[in-house]
Structure formats: C-alpha cells, structure tokens
Nanobody, 119 residues
C-alpha cells in the first residue's frame, strides 16, 4: 500500500526557517523520483522541488535559492529545508513520487503539513 506521511510544518515569521519531512513506503522510495508539492488556498497543487533516486534536484523559480530538497535512502525519507520564508509560501505541503512533475500516486496523497508564514 502506498503511503506518504508529512511532518514539520508550523507557523513562522517572514524570514524564518522550517524543515519538512516526508516518510514514504519503501517500494516507492527506492524506485522513483520524489517531489514536494504545495497547495495554497484557492490555488492548484504544484510541484516546487524534486529529487531523483540518484540525487539530482530541481526547483521551481519561486523557491530556488531558498529551499533545499534532500533524501535519506536508508530512512525512506525526503526533506525540505525552507529558509527565508515569505508569506506567499503559506500552503499545505505534500510529497509524492513523480515523473516529469506528474504525481504517480495522485489518489494516495498524505495528510500534508501546514506551513504558515505570518508576522
């Protein structure tokens, strides 16, 4: 069974930092690129950072230079280090496996983790 468990969200002031974690089922993790998505109120869910099984990374323009995605293959976990947070980063953050940005398990999203950036 496919399962994603996100954690680490919270409320921070602009300029602050958070580190998100996502634990994924072992069979998913070892075979696929993984990504962090986010969904802001009233907007569609979007891929913001991805990492291949070999460690190559990609970022959307809105987070490049501020966010860092990484993975721990031994723990079947990916991370998102978020620095210099802005109010526009406020969203629910999710993870999933993906191919070219398209989530592979679109019917098995986790509960997500809420990130709120506010003064």
């Amino acid at each position: 069974q496919v399962q994603f468990v996100e954690s680490g969200g919270g409320t921070v002031q602009p300029g602050g930092s958070l580190r998100l974690s996502c634990a994924a089922s072992g069979s998913i993790f070892s075979n696929h690129a993984m990504g962090w998505y986010r969904q802001a109120p009233g907007k569609q869910r979007e891929l913001i950072a991805g990492i291949t099984s070999g460690g190559s990374t990609m970022y959307t323009d809105s987070v490049r230079g501020r966010f860092t995605i990484s993975r721990d293959n031994a723990k079947n976990t990916i991370y998102l280090q978020m620095n210099s947070l802005k109010p526009e980063d406020t969203a629910v953050y999710y993870c999933n496996a993906h191919i070219g940005g398209t989530p592979l398990f679109g019917s098995s999203w986790g509960q997500g983790t809420q990130v709120t950036v506010s003064s």
